[in-house]
């Protein structure tokens, strides 16, 4: 008799999987609420919203993280924005919201809202996430954002979850009111518009530093055209790096009056 095939997605141990319990709500996350501005009636939603799914892993339970959350919160948080940008930007049209939308609900952004709300220290991980420096992981800080915003939402409904978002990203929604142009939330692209004429040319990007441990790298990169350099800029990618010089070289050409591209010197051409 043929023996039937193991099946290749079973976990390794043999002991059932269990269905997790609602996790107890310690002081810390209690406090959560009053930060959130939302007390829950069901406050195991909030609990289960910090849960990184290593810890329902490493104890055998289904069901007990934040992934189902975030994934809910994220479709939350992109829908606040997009009805808030709609309203407050009636002349711009559809592909500048959606850039703009874009940079409101980044990683860099979740990850501010998580270091303001503290949720690195909150997080619930099993014990090698915990090892491996899992509060301070980028990835898991914007997932607890989304899935926090996603726990009101299933708590609260619709206009809770909407206030929430708001009040959460009210910092990076003011950026937008003193912003030279909401058009630079495409900062790259806004240089090399600003750049294009029969003196311009397409700005270079470098990477030229990085540091930090792998869970926390931190890039630094330099845009150049014609030899000179227009702007510096950091971030927790290269990409983000890149955008954040575009961003500054936007400000000091601004700033020096600058609507056409910097003439580089005979030194910055390599004239004799």
């Given at each position: 008799?043929?023996?039937?095939?193991?099946?290749?997605?079973?976990?390794?141990?043999?002991?059932?999987?269990?269905?997790?319990?609602?996790?107890?709500?310690?002081?810390?996350?209690?406090?959560?609420?009053?930060?959130?501005?939302?007390?829950?009636?069901?406050?195991?939603?909030?609990?289960?919203?910090?849960?990184?799914?290593?810890?329902?892993?490493?104890?055998?339970?289904?069901?007990?993280?934040?992934?189902?959350?975030?994934?809910?919160?994220?479709?939350?948080?992109?829908?606040?924005?997009?009805?808030?940008?709609?309203?407050?930007?009636?002349?711009?049209?559809?592909?500048?919201?959606?850039?703009?939308?874009?940079?409101?609900?980044?990683?860099?952004?979740?990850?501010?809202?998580?270091?303001?709300?503290?949720?690195?220290?909150?997080?619930?991980?099993?014990?090698?996430?915990?090892?491996?420096?899992?509060?301070?992981?980028?990835?898991?800080?914007?997932?607890?954002?989304?899935?926090?915003?996603?726990?009101?939402?299933?708590?609260?409904?619709?206009?809770?979850a909407r206030a929430t978002v708001l009040r959460l990203f009210a910092k990076e929604l003011d950026t937008l009111r003193g912003e030279p142009s909401v058009a630079e939330s495409n900062p790259k692209g806004e240089l090399q518009e600003l750049l294009q004429g029969p003196d311009g040319g397409t700005p270079t990007y470098t990477c030229i530093h990085e540091s930090g441990p792998a869970h926390a790298r931190l890039y630094v990169a330099r845009v150049w055209l014609k030899q000179r350099e227009l702007g510096l800029g950091q971030g927790a990618s290269k990409k983000e790096a890149e955008i954040a010089a575009a961003r500054a070289a936007l400000a000091g050409l601004r700033a020096a009056g600058n609507a056409s591209p910097p003439s580089p010197s005979a030194a910055d051409e390599g004239v004799d």
């Open positions: 008799m043929t023996s039937p095939t193991p099946d290749p997605f079973a976990p390794a141990s043999d002991a059932p999987l269990q269905t997790a319990q609602p996790h107890p709500i310690p002081q810390p996350v209690a406090a959560l609420q009053v930060t959130l501005g939302h007390a829950f009636a069901d406050p195991s939603l909030l609990a289960q919203a910090l849960t990184h799914p290593s810890y329902g892993h490493e104890r055998r339970e289904r069901g007990s993280d934040n992934q189902r959350l975030e994934f809910l919160g994220d479709a939350v948080l992109q829908l606040v924005m997009t009805q808030h940008l709609f309203e407050a930007f009636p002349d711009l049209p559809e592909g500048r919201l959606t850039q703009i939308r874009a940079t409101m609900v980044n990683g860099t952004r979740l990850q501010r809202v998580a270091t303001r709300l503290d949720l690195g220290a909150l997080l619930v991980l099993g014990r090698g996430e915990e090892r491996s420096g899992g509060r301070k992981r980028p990835s898991n800080l914007s997932d607890a954002v989304e899935a926090v915003i996603g726990a009101v939402y299933r708590d609260a409904g619709w206009e809770t």
